[in-house]
């Protein structure tokens, strides 16, 4: 088998990207777009924010402005219609979001002599008015290189507890958890705290968001009541480590999948990764946590 | 239902774990410790089998009164007490006659029933019989010169020799054990990151 490279990455994606551009108008879901690049919906997000710098979401509403930019030069049609098609139910927001990019109103920007339709970004990715596009500027990795090991891991079973809400609020799941798996002398020694996040939080609106809150567990626990057993499938993973809050989790996601893994030669499987808890948030500062993410990767070859 | 604000012994005594890199004094309250004692090594299999229990049991006791609604408080970092038989220079005795007891501060409302019970819970989970060698115990150390250790455990000498020219300076001698609080996880800190409190009780010379 062919190892995959960045460039098949980049053509992936730049299926979606012209999709995105011809459906500008359109409700866009995100199993629709991921299916186009043939990338599981678990990983798509985040490959997508990791490489081309943005969110799916920002990267339309973006593509929306600088659409509307180019109209105002371009057409004499009312600003009001103009920010209707932009996605804003009012001239207020609109304006507001024109003006944070072109930095101007945009009325004013209508009757200025500056010809700028673009707003500036690293991907080079723009409005085209139905041009076809060839490429865009992957993210490099910046700052201090991502150290990742890949890891064969064999199937890990535990004990879970299902939220299901925003993100910010497992942490009531964590306190009926523990407790009650704690006082069975489940909690302690060898027992590794673990998280499966099911949905992105900025692609899931926050009451959709499942986690799965989970403690390893030997063949003896049998599941009662809230909580359920499930074993995490075994194969290999690339593995990386946050340092630092939780809350700055989904930067260190995106690296990994959006900047590390286009250029490891590797695909991802389709099913969720997860992270495990290498310290009592009790008894750490938010800065010295540590957390490793696992992320599952197909095997290489195969027979 | 208002929740108990939890407790932390580190911040309620700030001062007996706000070491700098700069040996100080510091009048150190009696506190109550789970303990498990034993020689060797550090990394050895007793040493690692010991860090176990203590943290099965320390897990184990603290989520039981959680469970119960009682006031819930985190559990405190590792720390270690470190001696000899012999009285000659512990850094240069094999690492087979090291004697240690780990320790895991602990409120004082925890009691040795609250310990039975979490043994008792452990070993019918199948934990090993190591559990059973925890202790609960109050060390009184009174007057310490304290510094803040950063760099790998090996190194340890180097600020113990400066803690004890700054005892000495002040006519104090060491008196009783070695200790160390763990504040950095070993096994992801680098060990020239690593921050361990020394602690040596003192008594005038």
């Known amino acids: 088998m062919r190892t995959v490279t960045l460039q098949d990455y980049k053509r992936r994606l730049l299926r979606v990207l012209a999709h995105i551009q011809q459906h500008l108008d359109d409700e866009l879901g995100l199993k629709e777009l991921a299916g186009l690049a043939c990338f599981s919906p678990y990983h798509f997000h985040r490959i997508f924010k990791g490489m081309v710098g943005e969110s799916v979401k920002e990267h339309i509403r973006r593509l929306r402005l600088e659409r509307a930019a180019s109209r105002l030069k371009l057409s004499t049609a009312p600003v009001t219609d103009i920010a209707f098609d932009a996605g804003y139910e009012s001239h207020e927001a609109f304006t507001r979001s024109f003006r944070a990019v072109f930095g101007a109103a945009p009325t004013q920007f209508r009757s200025s002599t500056k010809s700028r339709i673009t707003t500036t970004v690293r991907s080079g990715l723009h409005y085209r008015a139905g041009k076809p596009m060839s490429d865009f ?32 609020e497992v942490g009531a799941t964590w306190d009926k958890l523990l407790p009650r798996l704690g006082k069975e002398g489940l909690l302690g020694g060898d027992a590794l705290i673990l998280g499966i996040c099911h949905d992105d939080p900025e692609v899931t609106p926050p009451e959709k968001i499942r986690y799965d809150a989970c403690v390893t567990v030997d063949e003896r626990f049998v599941p009662e009541g809230e909580i359920g057993v499930q074993v995490i499938p075994g194969g290999e993973y690339a593995v990386t480590t946050h340092f630092g809050p939780y809350q700055k989790l989904g930067d260190t996601y995106t690296r990994l999948l959006g900047q590390w893994l286009p250029r490891s030669g590797r695909e991802l499987r389709s099913t969720p990764c997860f992270e495990v808890y290498l310290n009592d948030p009790q008894s750490t500062e938010p800065e010295d946590l540590l957390t490793d993410i696992y992320a599952p990767l197909q095997t290489k070859t195969r027979t | 239902m208002k929740p108990q604000p939890k407790l932390d012994l580190y911040k309620l005594h700030k001062a007996e ?26 990394g050895g299999d007793l040493f690692t089998a010991g860090i176990g229990a203590l943290y099965d049991a320390a897990f184990t006791i603290k989520m039981t009164r959680k469970f119960a609604g009682q006031q819930d408080y985190a559990v405190c970092k590792l720390e270690g007490l470190w001696w000899s038989e012999s009285a000659a220079n512990f850094a240069k005795l094999p690492k087979d006659q090291w004697l240690w007891k780990l320790l895991i501060r602990t409120p004082d409302f925890i009691k040795d029933d609250d310990l039975r019970q979490a043994v008792a819970v452990l070993l019918k989970r199948g934990k090993g019989e190591d559990v059973k060698r925890v202790r609960l115990e109050s060390l009184a150390e ?55 409190i020394v602690r040596q009780p003192v008594r005038p010379s």
């Open chain 2, 17 to 42: 774990y706000g070491a700098t890199r700069k040996p100080a004094l510091v009048e150190v309250t009696p506190a109550s410790y789970l303990a498990i004692s034993g020689q060797g090594a550090p």
């Open chain 1, 137 to 168: 500027k992957a993210t490099q990795p910046g700052g201090k290189s991502m150290k990742v090991k890949i890891e064969y891991k064999e199937p890990i079973r535990v004990a879970f507890m299902r939220h299901v809400g925003p993100y910010d």
């Open chain 2, 142 to 196: 009174g007057r310490c010169v304290q510094m803040l250790h950063v760099g790998p455990y090996e190194k340890e000498c180097e600020t113990v020799a400066v803690m004890k020219a700054f005892a000495e300076k002040q006519q104090l001698g060491f008196a009783g054990k070695h200790h160390e609080v763990y504040l950095s996880d070993p096994r992801r800190v680098p060990p020239e990151r690593l921050k361990t």
